[in-house]
């Protein structure tokens, strides 16, 4: 008698993917488009960063990956200070925010009715989001696959620190695309330092792709309750 074919959950895995936005930047403050100007944080922003880092302190993850913009990696230093990851951050252009193209520096105001020269389209956002994170899933598979004595549960946690508008796009492709029951982004704002968290189920046949994505986390901020002069 055949022997049935093995269940799509037993050539899978899974792994855990956190986003988290940067602190607060003084253009934030002031209702400017920055794009992919290299803002910095603002000191709202250094204690948003500093008080994350006792919520992620006891956190182990696999990797971690940041935007290469100055907003970001000083978000990722602070943020991370408590936390025993001693590995390099890798850096990824991918995961910079939409370019504004002429709109960027300018107020949010200013630009009502303005035409918008250059920069990107939503859909030039997401081609590039959707190629890092299939980078990233091929990155696990074959990580897994070479440490296969690896134990059941230690599973990967990858973090990566970016920008509103990419997480914004990636809320859309697993909603729209893997029928993730979440609200989205425009329902519910992308706070700075918030956290998403993901568990994602992947193949792991020869081409790996993207089975399923559930929602552990959604757009957190516990960490910026209470007292500001505690964190500072």
Request: with cysteine; proline share 3%.
């Amino acid at each position: 008698m055949a022997s049935s074919k093995p269940s799509k959950r037993e050539k899978s895995l899974h792994f855990k993917l956190s986003l988290i936005r940067h602190g607060v930047t003084v253009e934030n403050q002031l209702g400017i488009y920055q794009g992919q100007l290299d803002t910095k944080l603002a000191q709202e922003g250094v204690i948003q960063s500093k008080r994350l880092s006792l919520a992620i302190a006891d956190i182990h993850y696999s990797q971690i990956i940041c935007s290469p913009l100055e907003r970001t990696r000083d978000t990722a230093r602070y943020a991370l200070s408590q936390n025993k990851y001693k590995e390099e951050i890798r850096m990824d252009g991918r995961l910079m925010e939409r370019s504004f193209g002429s709109w960027e520096g300018k107020k949010f105001t200013e630009t009502a009715g303005v035409p918008r020269i250059g920069g990107e389209k939503w859909n030039d956002v997401t081609s590039r989001v959707k190629s890092f994170l299939k980078d990233v899933y091929l990155s696990v598979a074959q990580k897994c696959e070479i440490s296969r004595e690896r134990a059941s549960t230690d599973v990967p946690h990858i973090l990566v620190i970016t920008h509103g508008g990419v997480i914004a796009t990636l809320l859309r492709y697993f909603k729209d695309d893997y029928k993730l029951h979440i609200l989205p982004a425009s329902a519910k704002m992308i706070e700075n330092t918030s956290i998403t968290s993901f568990m994602l189920e992947i193949s792991t046949d020869k081409n790996p792709k993207l089975l399923s994505v559930e929602c552990l986390l959604d757009r957190d901020i516990e960490h910026l309750k209470g007292s500001i002069v505690s964190h500072i």
